[in-house]
């Protein structure tokens, strides 16, 4: 069935660590990726996404690496900082009957200690 | 350009009462996507409207419908309400493209408490 799998829930950085989150998926017919950062209070914000005919993409401090025959991908956020702190979601492009849906990740409780 | 608008933004209404909830798209975009996020818990999709269709559902009970308006812009009802039913409801919207892939853009959400 239609299932992505994130890892960890939670995860607790010093500033300045690196930080990374994993997910898989189910579809192997999946080709959109995005991942969205969510703050207290807000809606979530798409932060970067990927598609199936790359293996990575890189925005400043923020990349996301795919690997297609795992069925995984993986967002690393480098020299980490305390607004970095959020809820952050991995979604992976579901085919169903009228096009493809996006189904999400449980998420990640990211903490930047400073 | 203006982003995905809900409203409203809080509301407390009282079990067994119902409510409807309201949600404009980017302009241009004419798919339209509502989830729920209960406390602590993550995006449990719900429906899937593009062109005035409902094109998919959630494992939601009828009581959870909606509709999208020849502007694209949607509704949410709920009827029946349950305390469960307290969440952040969330609205997306997004460009229909060939082969899938769509970037789907939230709004804000709506802050339902039901007591």
């Known amino acids: 069935g239609e299932n992505v799998e994130q890892h960890p829930s939670t995860l607790s950085v010093q500033e300045g660590d690196s930080a990374v989150i994993k997910c898989t998926y189910s579809?192997?017919?999946?080709?959109?990726f995005p991942w969205y950062k969510q703050e207290l209070g807000k809606g979530p914000q798409l932060i970067i996404d990927i598609r199936s005919n790359v293996g990575e993409k890189k925005d400043q401090r923020i990349a996301v690496t795919l690997n297609k025959t795992a069925k995984h991908f993986s967002l690393h956020i480098t020299e980490t900082q305390p607004e970095d702190s959020a809820v952050y979601f991995c979604a992976a492009s579901m085919k169903g009957e009228y096009g493809n849906k996006l189904v999400f990740g449980a998420g990640t409780i990211l903490r930047v200690k400073s | 350009e203006a982003g995905v608008t809900q409203s409203p933004t809080h509301l407390i209404k009282t079990r067994g009462q119902q409510v409807t909830l309201r949600c404009s798209p980017i302009?241009?975009?004419?798919?339209v996507y509502w989830y729920q996020q209960a406390l602590g818990l993550g995006l449990q999709f719900l429906l899937w409207?593009?062109?005035?269709?409902?094109?998919n559902r959630g494992n939601f009970p009828p009581r959870f419908s909606g509709r999208q308006f020849p502007n694209y812009s949607s509704e949410l009802n709920v009827n029946a309400l349950e305390l469960e039913d307290s969440a952040l409801y969330l609205c997306?919207?997004?460009?229909?493209?060939?082969?899938?892939?769509?970037?789907?853009?939230f709004g804000e959400g709506s802050w339902l408490t039901v007591v």
């Open positions: 579809d192997s017919a999946s080709n959109y």
């Open positions: 302009s241009g975009h004419t798919s």
């Open positions: 997306a919207s997004s460009r229909v493209t060939p082969g899938g892939g769509n970037t789907i853009y």
């Open positions: 409207y593009d062109e005035g269709e409902e094109r």
